[in-house]
């Protein structure tokens, strides 16, 4: 094992970055740097949202397994994220294209005695929340009272500052917008140029960008950045008092509802994705960020499509004004597993990236595992299917939950325009 002393860069201040941080301080290395465009949090990280879904329904006992451990942490009442997790419970609905995951998501928690979720029907539903009273036409319903929602900003918050307080450094702006991977003659990483033209060396080097990591290493078509849109609605106080007690609705192949807020915020999120394959890009897709583009907005395809949805159960909030919207952006793997591994190349550089828009809810342990794996440590059954993997099989139906074909930004009016990618 290396000396807990040497010199670390962590490229990138989002869930992984931020998790590999914290985990490393924690396990007694001295010598951390984060960096990242923005301070904490990271403007554009995926896991900059004001929630996220912490849930265990998986076909893979892996990731069953990693997101019970997660659980126990988030719901600490005496822990980190003391206050951050709401157990609102959540319906999981499917409709042909999506039932084999739920199906393989249901054999996995008998296997592991995890309580699974069951069957509900409409009509049960209206009973318990009677202000979802559209008709849920199409849909096949589960019920799981173990899922919740956390305050996914503060999270992350939380985390990088307690990795500060251990003596993480975290480096933004211009000196912490990394533009470059350095080398040596044998082709070893040895550190980073940024923006302003700083330079950081290190002995380890871990990129930690997501969607972004493409504009900095040749990922052999490994990751695709993928954007889903968000938008937010404000609901009067009394609304608020309407929908409070309403769970998590993730319809498969409609989109995602949480609950209210106590501010009377309530997202909604798309589930049809879109990419970013500019000409200006070589060929590979990349994310088309806010903070370049302030007057994006969000496809008008793909929010028909999610009011249409939105009508279906909660027809009285189905039309109502976006008061924000966001297009998050992540790396997704084809095989809906993490890459989290050293470059086989590339000595020195670490990668951990593809949280695949499931990334978020492991942030309490996902470092750790990443820490395993600079150590050469990991566990060789999850090294296997986090490993550097160009070409691997794209995830069947009983393991992607979302097979929605992409629309790329750049064939819909008003989009196809050049942009600056951020890290």
């Known amino acids: 094992m290396a000396p807990l002393t040497e010199p670390i860069i962590i490229v990138g201040g989002g869930t992984f970055g931020t998790s590999t941080a914290y985990h490393l301080a924690k396990k007694g290395y001295t010598n951390v740097i984060v960096l990242d465009r923005f ?46 997790y709401h157990p609102s419970g959540w319906i999981i609905a499917v409709g042909e294209k999506s039932k084999a995951f ?5 054999r996995t928690a008998h296997a592991m005695g995890v309580a699974p979720p069951s069957l509900v029907s409409t009509d049960e539903i209206h009973k318990q929340w009677p202000e979802m009273n559209g008709d849920f036409e199409g849909w096949q319903s589960y019920w799981s009272p173990n899922a919740a929602w956390v305050d996914a900003r503060q999270g992350l918050v939380r985390m990088a500052q307690e990795a500060m307080k251990s003596g993480v450094k975290y480096i933004s702006g211009g000196s912490g917008h990394a533009m470059q ?7 070893a990483c040895i550190g980073v140029k940024c923006a302003d033209g700083s330079t950081y060396f290190a002995s380890q080097i871990v990129l930690a960008a997501g969607a972004a990591a493409g504009g900095l290493l040749d990922l052999q078509g490994q990751i695709v950045a993928h954007g889903h849109t968000i938008g937010h ?54 994310p088309r960020y806010r903070s370049d583009n302030p007057r994006d907005g969000i496809p008008q395809e793909i929010e028909a499509r999610l009011r249409k949805w939105m009508e279906s159960f909660v027809p009285d909030l189905a039309h109502r004004e976006w008061f924000e919207t966001r297009i998050c952006w992540d790396g997704d793997m084809p095989d809906y597993n993490f890459l989290i591994t050293p470059h086989p190349s590339h000595k020195n550089l670490k990668i951990a990236i593809g949280g695949s828009a499931h990334g978020f809810k492991f942030l309490p342990v996902l470092g750790k ?45 008003g989009w196809g325009k050049p942009v600056k990618s951020a890290l």
């Open 181 to 187: 991977l350095l080398y040596d003659e044998n082709h």
């Open 102 to 106: 739920i199906d393989g998501s249901i």
């Open 369 to 413: 595992y990443i820490v395993e794996m600079m150590e050469g440590s990991l566990d060789p059954t999850i090294a296997q299917k986090w490993k550097w993997r160009p070409g691997v099989a794209p995830a069947d139906h009983t393991t992607n939950p979302h097979r929605e074909v992409s629309l790329d930004l750049n064939a819909l009016p």
């Open 233 to 286: 609605i404000q609901l009067t106080p009394e609304e608020v008092e309407k929908y409070k007690n309403m769970p998590i609705i993730d319809h498969l192949e409609g989109g995602i509802l949480f609950p209210p807020q106590e501010d009377g915020i309530m997202k909604i999120g798309a589930i049809h994705f879109v990419t970013n394959y500019a000409p200006l890009l070589n060929g590979i897709s990349l």
């Open 39 to 84: 301070p904490v949090p990271s403007f554009e990280a995926a896991g900059n949202d004001i929630n996220k879904i912490i849930r265990t329904e998986y076909p893979e006992p892996l990731y069953t397994k990693l997101a019970s451990d997660a659980r126990e942490i988030w719901s600490d009442p005496k822990g980190l994220f003391s206050g951050l």
